[in-house]
C-alpha cells in the first residue's frame, strides 16, 4: 500500500477528493448523580432561581425572569472548554465543600446588566473592548449577591461561606484546579425585557456529593432526612395532582356549570405529590376525620394502587 492509498483508508476524504478535518474526541467521565440527588439539587435550584431573581430584579429595577435547565456533571477542563469566549467567570471556593467551582455568566448578558446598572436600556452587546474596572466592580457585585443566594439555597445540605474571585475572560487565568476534577453544574437561563442569557454555577463534585448521599439517605450508612435538622427551616410550596388532561380550548370556553371534564387519570392510579415543579412522592388521596389527607405509596410514578 503506497502513502496515499494508506491515508484514504485513514482519513476520510470530502467530495473535493481533500481529507476532511479532524474533529477531536473527548469523552466525558459517567455521571455519578443518582436520581435521589437530582430530585434534590432540582428542589435546590428551584429555590436559588427565586431568590437570584428578585435580587437581580431589584437591582437593575427590572423584571427578571428565571428558569433552570437539567442537572449536568462535567470535568473541570470540559467545562472550560465548552464556554462560550469570551465569558465573564471567577472562581468560587465554598468552604467546608473541598475544591474549586466556577460562576460563570454569558458576556453579552453581563454587559446587559451593567447597561442597566448604569442607567441604560439593558440591551444584549458583545463588547468592543475588555471589560473596564467599574464594570468589573459591577459585575463582582452581581456575583455577590448569586452565591450568596446559592449558599441559602443549599442550606439545606450544608452551611456554606462561598467566596468569589476576581472576574476573568482569559481560559489561563480560571484554570486552577486538576483538569479532570468533577464538577456539578447548575445552568440557569435569565431572561430581562431586552436580553437573555445564562448564568452557569460549577460546585466541586466530590464535597457535594457527599453531602447528597446524607441528606437523601442513600449513602452505606442511610441517614434519616428529619437527621439533617435542616428541613424544620425551609418553607416548600406542595401539591397533590392528578395526571395532566388535554383539552381543545373551544371546549374550554365552552365551559358551563354543571358540565363534567373526564381527566386522564385511572381511578386505580396514585396522585403524584410535588414540591414546586418537581414530581417527588406518588400519594392516595383520601381523608382523616375531618381533614383532607393523602398516604403516600412510593416513589414518582409508582402504578398500580387501589383507591
Known amino acids: 500500500m503506497n502513502p496515499e492509498e494508506a491515508q484514504r483508508a485513514v482519513v476520510p476524504l470530502g467530495r473535493d477528493g481533500r481529507p476532511k478535518p479532524l474533529r477531536r474526541l473527548r469523552v466525558r467521565p459517567a455521571s455519578t448523580l443518582k436520581e435521589e440527588h437530582e430530585q434534590v439539587l432540582a428542589l435546590l435550584s428551584q429555590n436559588f432561581c427565586r431568590l437570584f431573581a428578585a435580587d437581580l430584579s431589584s437591582l437593575v429595577g427590572s423584571e427578571v425572569e428565571m428558569t433552570l435547565a437539567p442537572v449536568q456533571q462535567w470535568s473541570w477542563d470540559d467545562l472550560l472548554n465548552a464556554l462560550p469566549e469570551p465569558y465573564c467567570a471567577a472562581r468560587l471556593s465554598m468552604p467546608p465543600i473541598a475544591g474549586t467551582g466556577l460562576i460563570v455568566l454569558e458576556v453579552p448578558m453581563a454587559m446587559a446588566i451593567v447597561e442597566k446598572l448604569l442607567g441604560g436600556a439593558g440591551v444584549a452587546q458583545e463588547p468592543a473592548e475588555p471589560l473596564t474596572e467599574v464594570e468589573l466592580a459591577l459585575l463582582g457585585e452581581v456575583h455577590q449577591h448569586a452565591v450568596g443566594d446559592l449558599a441559602e439555597a443549599l442550606s439545606l445540605l450544608v452551611e456554606t461561606q462561598p467566596v468569589?474571585?476576581?472576574?476573568?475572560?482569559?481560559?489561563?487565568?480560571?484554570?486552577?484546579?486538576?483538569?479532570?476534577?468533577?464538577l456539578i453544574a447548575l445552568e440557569f437561563e435569565i431572561s430581562m425585557k431586552e436580553a437573555a442569557g445564562h448564568l452557569r454555577i460549577a460546585i466541586p463534585a466530590p464535597g457535594l456529593l457527599s453531602k447528597l448521599e446524607a441528606f437523601s439517605g442513600t449513602s452505606a450508612a442511610p441517614t434519616s432526612l428529619?437527621?439533617?435538622?435542616?428541613?424544620?427551616?425551609?418553607?416548600?410550596?406542595?401539591?397533590?395532582?392528578?395526571?395532566?388532561?388535554a383539552l381543545a380550548s373551544r371546549r374550554l370556553v365552552e365551559l358551563a356549570p354543571g358540565d363534567v371534564v373526564v381527566l386522564d387519570h385511572r381511578t386505580n392510579e396514585p396522585l403524584t405529590l410535588f414540591v414546586g415543579t418537581v414530581p417527588y412522592l406518588s400519594v392516595l388521596a383520601g381523608r382523616r376525620g375531618a381533614q383532607k389527607a393523602f398516604a403516600v405509596v412510593?416513589?414518582?410514578g409508582k402504578k398500580g394502587a387501589g383507591l
Open 298 to 300: 412510593g416513589p414518582p
Open 164 to 182: 468569589v474571585a476576581r472576574q476573568e475572560g482569559r481560559l489561563q487565568l480560571i484554570r486552577a484546579s486538576a483538569a479532570r476534577s468533577l
Open 226 to 245: 428529619a437527621d439533617t435538622g435542616r428541613l424544620g427551616n425551609c418553607t416548600l410550596e406542595t401539591s397533590v395532582r392528578f395526571n395532566k388532561t
